[in-house]
Nanobody
Framework: QVQLVESGGGLVQPGGSLRLSCTAS????????MGWYRQAPGKQRELVAV???????NSADPVKGRFTVSRDYAKNTVSLQMRSLKPEDTAVFYC???????????????WGKGTLVTVSS
């Protein structure tokens, strides 16, 4: 079994900051990519930011310059530092990992259960 567990969501005022974290645990042999997606009410899930094993990050245009994704490779953890938050950032944020398990040499997508971020005054 593999689990991705997010933490750090909540209510924040416009212009504020929030930090999300996610830890992957279980029978993991290697992690290729970790990152974050989000789904706003009535919209499809979309990429926020991901980071690979070389430290190369890819962020969606709406969050560039405001959100920073980082990884702790030793702890199988990915974090998302969010600044200058806007009401349109309100969404459920999902942790994502592309990883291999001890019983499957093919890399597979895994998802966390999501954490709600609400940006409102």
């Amino acid at each position: 079994q593999v689990q991705l567990v997010e933490s750090g969501g909540g209510l924040v005022q416009p212009g504020g900051s929030l930090r999300l974290s996610c830890t992957a645990s279980g029978s993991i042999s290697s992690i290729n990519v970790m990152g974050w997606y989000r789904q706003a009410p009535g919209k499809q899930r979309e990429l926020v930011a991901v980071i690979d094993n070389d430290g190369m990050a890819n962020s969606a245009d709406p969050v560039k310059g405001r959100f920073t994704v980082s990884r702790d490779y030793a702890k199988n953890t990915v974090s998302l530092q969010m600044r200058s938050l806007k009401p349109e950032d309100t969404a459920v944020f999902y942790c994502y990992a592309l990883l291999k398990t001890a019983w499957n040499n093919e890399a597979v997508d895994y998802w966390g259960k999501g954490t709600l971020v609400t940006v409102s005054s």
